[in-house]
């Protein structure tokens, strides 16, 4: 729906500026103004700094259930206890979807643990 009204005025305006030149003559300008606007700049936010080891850190390992990724994160979940023996690893499904808040897996992940890895699909 906004592709389409974006092409209606993108005529419009393509169609007042052919009549302005036909008016004015051939040489003259017109002006067009973008009718996406201006968008904010991008808040960044630095990366957390690593630790030297992950000896003796609880990182969780959070599923955000997107489709057809429980079997990968299962997996990777797997792959880094073997990995990384002297390291807890937690396994955790997110409340809702990707999108949804869940608050009482933040408090938990901030209270016991040194990191996070959340799989939010491709």
Same mark, same amino acid.
Not at 51 to 77: A, N
Not at 81 to 105: C, Q, S
């Given at each position: 729906m906004?592709n389409?009204?974006?092409?209606l005025?993108? $005529?419009?305006?393509?169609?007042? $500026?052919i009549f302005?030149a036909?008016?004015l ?5 017109i002006t ?6 201006i ?12 630790p030297?080891?992950?000896?003796g850190?609880t990182i969780?390992?959070?599923d ?6 429980? %079997?990968?994160?299962? %997996?990777?979940?797997q792959?880094?206890? %073997?990995?990384?023996p ?5 396994f ?8 949804d ?6 408090a %938990?992940?901030?209270?016991?643990g #040194? $990191?996070?890895?959340m799989?939010?699909? #491709?």
């Amino acid at each position: 729906m906004k592709n389409r009204a974006g092409l209606l005025i993108l $005529g419009v305006l393509l169609l007042t $500026g052919i009549f302005a030149a036909s008016l004015l003559g051939q040489n003259s300008k017109i002006t067009v103004m973008n009718p996406r606007g201006i968008k904010p700049p991008i808040r960044r936010i630095p990366m957390a700094s690593r630790p030297k080891t992950l000896d003796g850190k609880t990182i969780y390992i959070v599923d955000t259930k997107y489709p057809r990724t429980r %079997e990968f994160v299962e %997996e990777l979940f797997q792959v880094l206890k %073997e990995k990384y023996p002297m390291t807890n690893w937690v396994f955790k499904d997110k409340y809702g979807g990707y999108m949804d808040d869940d608050p009482a897996l933040w408090a %938990e992940i901030k209270a016991t643990g #040194h $990191g996070m890895i959340m799989a939010v699909g #491709h």
